[in-house]
């Protein structure tokens, strides 16, 4: 059963001249020519020669990468087109160095039936520029009262399962969700939140929401929700994925959990690896997201897991909203910020550059880990692979402005920001799917 789905196009025939291949899968990292034909992998060497028809890019100085996958984006689709369309939304991930991108269920209508989620795969096969992917939900309307049809909807597709934006209210619903799971070969992806804790709250709750007086959010909020789900994924052996987790004390449930041998994977978000609390004291609304920007110590901890792979991966959380939407008071103002398009250059430029951690390890997290998570086959530059990669200019900085996005929305947290790193190419499903300035 496929997972993901695209548009069609003419296979790719280029040969990526004098270009530093990092692939930690193929424990791969020099200098070497990539030769692709009919949208594949064919020969990796040096001076390797151009065939007919075959077309020529200069790679000197630039990276070439596994294309990356996210494996949680908002692409508001069905229902408001008007902030993104599965076009736009995958047209941004290829621009970002996407080759695979998942769309999660809080649409309109919900992503919970069969029917619904036929008709996304129908339009991604006609609209879709890189591979496009969709969870369903774990409850009818994501109310946290019916389960869906989850066998059927994996059989239709469906990635997995989530009602991403709304906790799974009580141990019990988790438990039904990860019993009926079982029946598939899916898992159950968790916003992990106890709304006791947070509701009324606009960001993290500590010393700049005091000073703003503004209502907070508590990293207990988090872990004591990230706790629960854990001990009945223990005890039903379900598999668990934890999304966009942002507390240390989560981060320490977690490693007991995955000591234990439950089944669970988690992710985190460029924001959260690169932000904290302090941003927020401008109030700009595009610094609002759910789960908020923490503390520092918090981001070291999550920078830290994340660079020895207790968090699996890096997700988006890719959430585009209309500008009017945005542009009102903090407090009113929705959750949520772009990021396809930012996401490598944003860790780039903090992490790597002159930061904590390696390019492959980033690399890594970003492309082979979600891509595994996911059930597809993770993106590699080896001889005889489709190809599914990206070129990075690693030197190239630029400033993330409103106009620059491909994105229908441009509520990004990076605006105004110079960040180092431009994809100039992506090839996605062995089709030509981005090229900078083409």
């Known amino acids: 059963m496929e997972r993901t789905w695209s548009k069609p196009g003419p296979a790719a025939d280029l040969l990526l001249r004098g270009g530093r291949v990092v692939d930690p899968g193929q424990k791969i990292d020099e200098t070497q020519d990539v030769l692709i034909r009919k949208g594949k992998v064919a020969e990796l060497g040096s001076a390797l020669d151009a065939p007919d028809g075959v077309r020529e890019v200069d790679a000197r100085g630039l990276l070439v990468l596994p294309g990356f996958v996210d494996l949680h984006a908002h692409l508001r689709t069905p229902g408001r087109e008007d902030e993104e369309s599965l076009e736009s939304?995958?047209?941004?991930?290829?621009?970002?160095?996407?080759?695979?991108?998942?769309?999660?269920?809080?649409?309109?209508?919900?992503?919970?039936?069969?029917?619904?989620?036929?008709?996304?795969?129908?339009?991604?096969?006609?609209?879709?520029v890189v591979p496009a992917g969709f969870f369903a939900a774990v409850t009818r309307g994501l109310a946290g009262e019916r389960l869906t049809e989850m066998a059927e909807l994996a059989e239709t597709g469906a990635v997995g399962f989530s009602d991403d934006g709304r906790p799974l209210e009580g141990a019990l619903l988790a438990r039904r969700a990860l019993q009926y799971v079982k029946l598939t070969d899916r898992f159950v992806a968790v916003h992990a939140e106890d709304s006791s804790l947070v509701r009324g709250g606009h960001m993290h709750e500590g010393p700049v929401s005091a000073r703003l007086g503004v209502g907070g959010m508590p990293s207990i909020g988090e872990s004591i929700d990230v706790q629960k789900v854990l001990e009945v994924a223990a005890y039903e052996d379900g598999r668990v994925h934890l999304c966009h987790l942002s507390a240390a004390a989560s981060l320490e449930h977690l490693?007991?959990?995955?000591?234990?041998?439950?089944?669970?994977?988690?992710e985190v978000t460029p924001h959260h690896l690169t932000m904290t609390d302090a941003d927020v004291a401008s109030l700009r609304s595009v610094f609002k997201m759910n789960p908020p920007l923490r503390e520092e110590a918090d981001r070291d901890a999550?920078?830290?897991?994340?660079?020895?792979?207790?968090?699996?991966?890096?997700?988006?959380?890719?959430?585009?909203?209309?500008?009017?939407?945005?542009?009102?008071?903090?407090?009113?103002?929705?959750?949520?910020?772009?990021?396809?398009?930012?996401?490598?250059?944003?860790?780039?430029?903090?992490?790597?550059?002159?930061?904590?951690?390696?390019?492959?390890?980033?690399?890594?997290?970003?492309?082979?880990?979600?891509?595994?998570?996911?059930?597809?086959?993770?993106?590699?530059?080896?001889?005889?692979?489709?190809?599914?990669?990206?070129?990075?200019?690693?030197?190239?900085?630029w400033t993330v402005t409103p106009d620059g996005?491909?994105?229908?929305?441009?509520?990004?947290?990076?605006?105004?920001?110079?960040?180092?790193?431009?994809?100039?190419?992506?090839?996605?499903?062995?089709?030509l799917a981005w090229e900078a300035d083409a």
Do not use: Q
Not at 339 to 364: M, S
Not at 410 to 425: D, E, H, I, Q
């Open 89 to 128: 939304g995958t047209r941004a991930a290829a621009a970002g160095g996407y080759v695979a991108v998942f769309g999660m269920a809080n649409t309109d209508p919900v992503v919970d039936t069969a029917a619904v989620l036929s008709g996304l795969v129908a339009r991604a096969r006609a609209e879709a």
């Open 255 to 266: 490693e007991r959990a995955k000591a234990a041998g439950v089944r669970v994977t988690a």
């Open 302 to 397: 999550l920078v830290e897991a994340l660079r020895r792979g207790l968090l699996d991966c890096v997700a988006t959380d890719h959430a585009p909203h209309a500008a009017e939407e945005k542009d009102v008071p903090f407090e009113e103002a929705p959750f949520g910020t772009t990021g396809l398009e930012t996401a490598f250059a944003a860790l780039y430029t903090a992490l790597v550059k002159d930061g904590p951690l390696d390019l492959g390890t980033l690399v890594t997290r970003m492309s082979t880990a979600p891509a595994t998570i996911a059930g597809i086959e993770p993106p590699a530059v080896r001889a005889g692979a489709r190809a599914d990669l990206c070129v990075v200019d690693p030197e190239a900085a």
């Open 405 to 431: 996005f491909r994105s229908r929305s441009s509520n990004s947290a990076w605006l105004g920001r110079r960040l180092t790193g431009t994809v100039r190419l992506t090839v996605a499903a062995g089709r």
